[in-house]
């Protein structure tokens, strides 16, 4: 399925952590990573459609249409609400054409879809990363109790059915603020995978000469945790939350096509093509439009973790 | 340098190139190996002692490329094929590794290990590489060898999993053992166990063997010459009674004076290493 | 071998039992009223009352949650008189919208759903591990190339889009393939073929592309271990080097992956079910919770739960054959 199967939520699929080598500089390591063509195209898509995100109220302003408002005029009533003149009612009017039905605008919709897609995936990743970060350290580092419960706990949240749960929790709340509970729920299964990795990293730390040394010099646990482990990790990090952002916009994308994500009229990506399932043998672009943003979004996050992770590969080598 | 008899294996301005063949790790290096000998090479690590091994081998890592000559009685090995190579290694060319920690397979028995690579060369049933085996470990030490042949490598200490490094690098009675810092994980005692072993077991089987480590201390007992490495380069060659004594190269009189001069063992393996 | 079993054994029971605990709170205290919901929009209080007792919502949380469990060990009766109906265990309740067993339901759709998935995972492994593979072995080659292209743009493509163009080039525009429905093998067998394999090559293609990457990344690893450099130095022969030594440690973690991925889709693959309208148990899960049928959502949950939970049990099983330090108990 396309929501990543239960167990993957959350995770980069197919990607480790790195290796956690010496700290390179966050300059040198974007510099390298421009420097790589596929990386540096994959920027800069996410850059275009960060920025139309952003603008959607300027851009709003510009065409003279907003994600909510109908237009008659692009629909013809006649053939059951196709989009007139064909090419999904594509025109100076609507630059992406225009929703069968009820003629809303498409291109405010993908605008206004990416600003809802980019803040729920973005903030489940922040969210599940400072969780992850924070106990996936504490387990790692202090061992003990800590990390016996921290580890059951993880273990538990993995073993979970957690799409099939999250769907059931997600059709019994009809209601409330949907992006917030979407993020809750995304979190909730998704930080274990942070943790895990995070865990595992601290806890090879430990022993290493450095954080040994700080220990000797009688520097307290937390500042070791401060100044010693997290600097080292933040590769590691970086690599993950990268690679999360794909699987929640995809995650989301899933529940709000299932009907259970994001209701409507807010547009989403994933409920667009939701709705495009009635219309895609007569209006393939109805189909098309949200789908290649989705996965031009996907594949740009996932290819600019990918590179991230070799660099940070190779610096961990020389 | 060259023997009367001519080298079983020689080296000849064997040059390592790494990424895209611009910066060499070994340059120029040129040494020859008889039966029965022992050569020693020295260096400090990054001196590209271990690539030196693996290009006489034919198993460079990815991305490294080995040009001038490797001869092994009087046949060229660089840019011979794989399937040539692979009839030459562990039969006659056998290596030992650094790390025994990570050399064997943990998904199988020790002795399913030592099988394999005698089955490799020799056409015998199960049954009868079986019984080499475990001579073969017997040989290098291992008690109660028949039992142990079915445990699984992570149920033996380093040492002894070191023992059984040996002990598969040997079973095919190889005429050229390169070994690579084969004591530099162990602890002293142990060290100089293995030492002893390959000292013997070279007796018996009248073999060449390359030493490669760190540690002058180990050459002084085990080789009669040493080549001294630096840089990828050779510093200096010659018998290691000339080196040890009469040495005015600087490089090696620093690596020397180095040495603690009581103990022939010496416990600095972390030093160099 | 049996202490260990039982603590196994005795997770899966406490897994099992906070998914019911959980889901029965979430109908309890967030859901909307089913009784509201059957009884339609002329209604009176009087009536309301009347369907919630019926179906026992009426109960305090707890009780509910005692007759439901019970009703899973040792059946349930419903209704007096004439009316009255034994559920034998388990019993699962009858669903709101089509008064259905739940059991009966599920054990219906089931089949479509193993069909699917056992299609689909035969493609996906096949393609996955040889693709990822042979890419490992020829980096850099044009063919590893291809290989992490298709990784990329297959765990890329959301599986309702593909599904959605796939049909749209396949059926609507060629007509190569009929519209899939679950024709039983019985009755059509080229039809029951054609039915499926839209919805087979969909799954496949995405799980295969997350395969070929994490079967790719595992195998160059293992090549860079000190072993299969062992390995080599013994002259043992390529194909014995690949097969002995590199393919089975880069397997063994995808044997746990393909355990989940496999028993998840067992559950219902939710949104292939419903994009290409298979009635199987993930069609029924996407329906149910379009209606707010509770007892079939809780059906369909705890089933999901008890196959992830069981197939985490059998992937740790068979660990201990597949990796010697497991079996011993050696970390």
């Not at chain 1, 995770?11 to 063509?37: E, F, H, K, Q, T």
């Not at chain 2, 073999?207 to 760190?214: D, R």
């Not at chain 3, 291809?146 to 297959?154: P, R, S, T, Y």
Request: charged share 15%; with cysteine.
């Amino acid at each position: 399925m396309a929501i990543p199967a239960p167990d993957t939520v959350g995770v980069p699929s197919g990607a480790g952590a790195p290796a956690s080598g010496a700290p390179a500089s966050g300059r040198a390591v974007v510099r390298d990573l421009l420097r790589r063509p596929g990386a540096a195209i994959a920027v800069g898509v996410l850059g275009l459609i960060g920025a139309m995100a952003l603008a959607a109220p300027l851009l709003a302003g510009l065409t003279g249409w907003d994600q909510y408002s109908f237009d008659p005029s692009a629909i013809d009533s006649y053939s059951g609400g196709l989009p007139r003149g064909g090419w999904g009612g594509i025109s100076g009017d609507h630059w992406f054409g225009v929703e069968p039905g009820n003629g809303r605008d498409m291109f405010m919709r993908i605008a206004y879809g990416a600003r809802v897609s980019l803040a729920i995936a973005i903030s489940a990743t922040v969210l599940t990363t400072t969780v992850g970060v924070v106990l996936g350290t504490l387990a790692g580092y202090f061992g003990g109790w800590v990390d016996t419960g921290l580890s059951r706990a993880m273990d538990f949240l993995m073993a979970f059915p957690a799409l099939i749960f999250m769907i059931a929790l997600l059709s019994a709340l009809p209601g409330g603020n949907r992006p917030v509970l979407l993020v809750l729920v995304l979190s909730v299964f998704g930080w274990p995978y942070t943790a895990r990795v995070v865990r595992g990293q601290a806890l090879s730390l430990r022993n290493q000469e450095f954080v040994e040394a700080a220990r000797a010099s009688g520097a307290s646990r937390w500042a070791i945790v401060f100044r010693e482990v997290l600097p080292n990790l933040r590769g590691t990090i970086v690599v993950l939350a990268t690679l999360a952002v794909p699987s929640y916009v995809a995650t989301e994308a899933g529940l709000s096509f299932l009907g259970v994500g994001v209701t409507p009229p807010t547009p989403s990506w994933g409920q667009m093509i939701a709705s495009a399932a009635t219309w895609y043998a007569v209006d393939p672009l109805f189909l098309v439009i949200p789908g290649a943003f989705l996965f031009a979004t996907v594949v740009a996050f996932t290819v600019i973790g990918d590179h991230l992770k070799s660099i940070l590969d190779e610096g961990a080598v020389h | 340098m060259t023997g009367q008899h001519s080298p079983l294996l020689r080296v000849q301005d064997l040059t390592v190139t790494v990424g895209d063949g611009a910066t060499s790790v070994v340059e120029g290096l040129s040494f020859d190996v008889g039966p029965g000998e022992t050569l020693g090479i020295v260096g400090e690590s990054g001196s590209g002692k271990s690539m030196t091994a693996l290009a006489i081998m034919g198993l460079l890592p990815r991305g490294a490329a080995a040009s001038g000559s490797v001869t092994f009685r009087g046949a060229e090995l660089l840019g011979r094929k794989e399937s040539q190579l692979r009839k030459l290694r562990g039969a006659e060319i056998a290596m030992v590794f650094q790390d025994p920690l990570n050399s064997l397979n943990p998904y199988y028995t020790v002795g399913a290990q030592l099988v394999e690579a005698y089955r490799a060369h020799r056409s015998a049933t199960r049954r009868q590489a079986r019984e080499v085996a475990v001579a073969a470990l017997d040989r290098v030490g291992i008690r109660d060898p028949r039992r142990r042949a079915d445990h699984y490598p992570d149920q033996f200490s380093g040492g002894m999993r070191q023992r059984i490094m040996i002990a598969m690098a040997l079973c095919l009675e190889p005429s050229v053992l390169l070994c690579d810092e084969p004591t530099t994980a162990l602890d002293v005692t142990v060290q100089a166990q293995i030492l002893d072993l390959l000292r013997q077991l070279q007796r018996e089987n009248s073999m060449a063997m390359v030493f490669i480590t760190h540690d002058l201390a180990v050459v002084s007992q085990l080789a009669e010459r040493v080549l001294v490495m630096r840089g990828g380069e050779e510093v200096e060659q010659g018998t290691t009674e000339r080196v040890f004594t009469e040495s005015r190269h600087p490089y090696t009189c620093q690596l020397l004076d180095s040495l603690p001069r009581l103990e022939p063992v010496d416990d600095r393996q972390e030093g160099l290493g | 071998m049996v202490g260990y079993l039982v603590r196994r054994l005795a997770a899966c029971v406490i897994v099992l039992a906070v998914v019911c605990v959980f889901t029965f709170m979430i109908f309890f205290w967030f859901s909307p009223d089913p009784a509201a919901q059957i009884c339609g929009k002329t209604c009176t209080p009087d009536r309301i009352a009347q369907i919630r007792a019926n179906l026992g919502l009426d109960q305090p949380f707890l009780e509910q949650l005692r007759v439901f469990v019970s009703g899973l060990f040792a059946g349930r009766d419903w209704g007096t008189g004439a009316d009255a109906m034994h559920c034998a265990a388990p019993c699962l309740g009858y669903s709101f919208q089509t008064n259905e067993s739940v059991t009966d339901l599920l054990i219906d759709r089931l089949p479509v759903s193993v069909t699917l998935a056992t299609g689909a995972a035969v493609l996906w492994l096949l393609v996955g591990v040889l693709g990822g593979l042979v890419s490992a072995v020829r980096r850099d080659s044009l063919w590893d190339k291809g290989v992490l292209a298709f990784g990329l743009v297959g765990i890329s493509l959301p599986i309702y889009f593909l599904a959605l163009v796939l049909q749209y080039l396949l059926v609507v525009k060629l007509g190569w393939l009929p519209f899939p429905r679950a024709v039983p093998f019985t009755e059509d067998p080229v039809l029951w073929f054609e039915s499926y394999l839209m919805p087979w090559v969909v799954l496949a293609i995405v799980y295969a592309a997350m395969y070929s990457r994490i079967v790719r990344s595992q195998v160059i690893d293992t090549l860079e271990q000190g072993f299969v450099r062992t390995a080599r130095a013994k002259g043992l022969q390529r194909h014995l080097v690949l097969r002995r030594h590199a393919l089975r440690p880069s397997l063994t973690p995808v044997v746990t992956l393909f355990g989940m991925d496999f028993a998840a889709l067992l559950g219902g693959a939710l949104i292939t079910e419903t994009v290409f309208g298979l009635d199987g148990v993930g069609k029924l899960a996407s329906d149910s919770m379009a209606t707010n049928d509770q007892p079939v959502i809780m059906g369909v949950t705890l089933l999901a739960a008890l196959l992830v939970v069981v197939a985490n049990l059998v992937v740790d099983i068979s660990y201990r054959f597949l990796d010697p330090r497991v079996r011993r108990g050696t970390p």
